[in-house]
C-alpha cells in the first residue's frame, strides 16, 4: 500500500514554533493513529500529551483541505466504525462478570445491555442516514442513549 492508499497518511502541519511540547510531528502522527483506534477526539488527545482543544487549534490551522483534515476525518470514520463494532459485539453476546463464592471464581454471569444495543442500532441508522425502526414512536428512547 503506498501512502496515497493509506487515507491515515498525511504531511504534518508545520509549526511556528519548535516547542518540545507541541504538536510535533511524532504527536501529530500518533494523535491521528489513537483517533482512528479511539475514534474520541479528546482521548486522542489525551493519549499523546495533548488537550482537546488544542486539537481542533491544530486542525483549523492545518485548514479544510489539508490532508491532516482528510486523514482525521478517516479517523474518525474508523475509529466510529471500530467503536460500533465492540458496541454490538457487546450488545449481543454480553459481557461476562465472574461470580466468587469464598474467595474462590466459581462461574461468571453474562451481563447484556439492551440500551448499548440501542444506541448501536441508532448509531448505524444515523451512518446510514436514517431512523431505526420504532424510535420515532418511543420518546423515551430519545438522545440520551
Avoid: C
Avoid at 502522527?29 to 500529551?49: M, N, P, Q
Avoid at 476525518?73 to 459481557?95: F, N, S, Y
Wanted: no cysteine; proline share 6%.
Amino acid at each position: 500500500m503506498s501512502a496515497t492508499d493509506n487515507p491515515l497518511a498525511f504531511t504534518p502541519v508545520p509549526s511556528a514554533s519548535a516547542r518540545h511540547d507541541g504538536w510535533t510531528p511524532e504527536r501529530q502522527r500518533g494523535y491521528i493513529d489513537a483517533l482512528a483506534t479511539l475514534g474520541v477526539v479528546s482521548a486522542a488527545a489525551r493519549a499523546v500529551g495533548m488537550s482537546r482543544k488544542s486539537a481542533y487549534a491544530l486542525l483549523k490551522r492545518a485548514g479544510a483541505e489539508s490532508g491532516f483534515a482528510r486523514a482525521w476525518a478517516a479517523a474518525v470514520e474508523e475509529g466510529g466504525a471500530r467503536a460500533l463494532d465492540l458496541a454490538i459485539g457487546r450488545a449481543l453476546h454480553g459481557t461476562a462478570k465472574p461470580v466468587f463464592y469464598r474467595g474462590r471464581q466459581v462461574g461468571e454471569v453474562r451481563r447484556y445491555n439492551d440500551a448499548l444495543l440501542l444506541a448501536a442500532l441508532r448509531a448505524t441508522a444515523r451512518r446510514e442516514g436514517g431512523t431505526p425502526p420504532g424510535v420515532e414512536d418511543e420518546p423515551w428512547l430519545g438522545s440520551s442513549l
